[in-house]
């Protein structure tokens, strides 16, 4: 059992250091894609001896490219699944590389989990209209022959090929995002949305609105969440669906 971490990695990621950490803890090895990274970030990449290479194509423009490109990449290293995630994301602790290994003899072939919008403080999460908890792709098997092209939208095109979205299951974990957590993050964010999507083509207008604004914070109860996740109907055991015939 090989897993392989990858990411897309910016200039100036203030929650890397714990993303890579995420990697070293639960994957054989990881490679990432900078794009238009500052030197600290290299030299941080660096000292958790992944491997890393650079594109700096415009993020707001070859998002999907840049993503498929480094999923061919991943290919290199022989894996047998992926585990995609940001540069301001960990999993729950209790999302260990013991349950990653169980979760990939279950028959499934990709994993949704809960993400968690940390907001203000690590205490606390949002949870609206528009910013909210969600499921998204976070670990897939690497099954080059059913694609390795990203959605392709300019911006929001997932962590994973159409694939793992399709098929996907959702584990009984939540995954915590640190990037919204700062109100300096949300609004260079929602800076961010206004050059590359202005006509919120790409995401519900909710979404890029509460960026700018103070919402009401949640208790963030993890205990509580892992038991409500593992008592889920979504999370149970299905018989997997087959897939299509290459």
Not at 68 to 83: K, M, R, V
Not at 130 to 139: A, E, H, L, P, V
Not at 153 to 162: Q, Y
Request: charged share 25%; with cysteine; hydrophobic share 35%.
């Amino acid at each position: 059992m090989r897993i392989i971490g990858m990411m897309v990695c910016g200039p100036n990621e203030k929650y890397l250091e714990r993303s890579l950490n995420e990697f070293k803890r639960l994957c054989d090895d990881a490679i990432i894609a900078t794009n238009n990274a500052d030197q600290t970030t290299l030299d941080l990449i660096d000292s958790h001896g992944f491997r890393h290479y650079e594109d700096n194509r415009e993020w707001g423009k070859y998002q999907p490219d840049i993503k498929t490109s480094l999923l061919e990449a991943c290919g290199e290293l022989q894996p047998d699944w992926i585990i995609a995630i940001d540069a301001d994301e960990v999993f729950a602790p209790e999302f260990t590389r013991q349950e990653a290994e169980r979760l990939t003899t279950t028959g499934e072939i990709a994993y949704y989990f809960l993400v968690v919008n940390l907001y203000n403080d690590e205490q606390h999460f949002a949870h609206s209209k528009g910013i909210q908890r969600f499921w998204n792709i976070r670990f897939y098997k690497y099954m080059p022959e059913h694609g390795l092209q990203f959605l392709k939208k300019s911006l929001h095109c997932g962590l994973g090929p159409p694939i793992a979205y399709r098929y996907g299951w959702h584990a009984p974990y939540y995954l915590l995002h640190y990037g919204l957590m700062l109100e300096s993050d949300r609004l260079r964010k929602q800076q961010r949305y206004q050059q590359y999507d202005p006509n919120k083509k790409f995401k519900a207008g909710a979404y890029y609105d509460e960026l700018g604004q103070e919402l009401p914070m949640k208790q963030f109860d993890a205990p509580g969440l892992l038991r409500k996740l593992a008592e889920s109907p979504e999370t149970q055991p299905r018989q997997m669906p087959k897939l299509p015939k290459i």
